[in-house]
């Protein structure tokens, strides 16, 4: 890196820090770290109740996927959350 991260020792750590939350790869990239603008996300924010909804309904709906509509069977697979 050619920043030289002038005696600040809490920028740099605020900096990986901010790195390891947004990267989604195993390997925090270097553009990543030098980021110095927030993060803009895609679509705007939801408000919570409807966001809180779309997730239910999202995770409901993946449940009955995995257990093929069989909701008894849902308590009794390992692949799905207690």
Known sequence: MLYDWPGNVRELEN?????VAMTQHDVIAEDLVLQTKAIVPQDPLKPLKKAKEDFERIYLIRL?????G?????RSSPETPG
Not at 15 to 19: G, R
């Open 64 to 68: 009955l996927e995995i257990c093929q």
């Open 70 to 74: 069989n909701v008894s069977r849902r």
């Open 15 to 19: 900096a990986i820090e901010f790195a």
